[in-house]
């Protein structure tokens, strides 16, 4: 090959390259909530804010866990926060924790206190899914507070 060709064939590679680079997700802004059923708050449940922007992955897909009081705050792969704009929102069950899984006797102490922290259940099966959950979130800049009112 001559050195025209082997130019010609770098600047072309380069410029698919470029072409072909994703763009920048959203900004991702602070997002934090409660979440309940018929007023009362969920622990234990995991909470998924799904992006209805196309041209990203898993990356831009954020998460929580509820606490005790139902409370959440979301972080994704990228960083805390969750990305701006339109969400699909599912809720289901979290999983057990590791360290209830084990076969000692403090491991299933640990298993007993967990289900006993299970209260307000059953968390909707609808809820659980992207095909079936009817639960949507716009994100705004500056984020907030996006409480979730689930019933029985």
């Given at each position: 090959?001559t050195n025209?060709?082997?130019?010609?064939?770098?600047?072309?590679?380069?410029?698919i390259?470029?072409?072909?680079s994703?763009?920048?997700?959203?900004?991702?802004?602070p997002?934090?909530?409660v979440?309940?059923?018929?007023?009362?708050?969920?622990?234990?449940?995991?909470?998924?804010?799904?992006?209805?922007?196309?041209?990203?992955?898993?990356?831009v897909?954020?998460?929580?866990?509820?606490?005790?009081?139902?409370?959440?705050?979301?972080?994704?792969p990228?960083?805390?926060?969750a990305?701006?704009?339109?969400?699909k929102?599912?809720?289901?069950?979290a999983?057990?924790?590791?360290?209830a899984?084990?076969?000692?006797?403090?491991g299933?102490?640990?298993?007993?206190?967990?289900?006993?922290?299970?209260?307000?259940?059953?968390?909707?099966?609808?809820?659980?899914?992207?095909?079936?959950?009817?639960?949507?979130?716009?994100?705004?800049?500056?984020?907030?507070?996006?409480?979730?009112?689930?019933?029985?």
């Amino acid at each position: 090959m001559t050195n025209h060709c082997v130019l010609l064939l770098l600047v072309g590679t380069a410029a698919i390259a470029v072409g072909c680079s994703k763009p920048e997700p959203p900004a991702r802004v602070p997002v934090s909530g409660v979440i309940t059923i018929d007023g009362k708050p969920v622990p234990s449940a995991v909470v998924t804010f799904y992006p209805s922007f196309e041209g990203f992955g898993g990356e831009v897909i954020a998460e929580g866990v509820t606490d005790a009081g139902g409370r959440y705050s979301l972080a994704c792969p990228l960083g805390p926060g969750a990305c701006l704009g339109k969400h699909k929102v599912t809720v289901a069950d979290a999983p057990t924790p590791e360290d209830a899984r084990e076969q000692s006797v403090a491991g299933q102490q640990r298993m007993q206190a967990f289900l006993k922290s299970l209260t307000n259940r059953p968390i909707g099966a609808k809820f659980g899914t992207l095909a079936t959950s009817p639960l949507e979130v716009e994100v705004s800049a500056g984020g907030g507070s996006y409480d979730l009112q689930l019933t029985h």
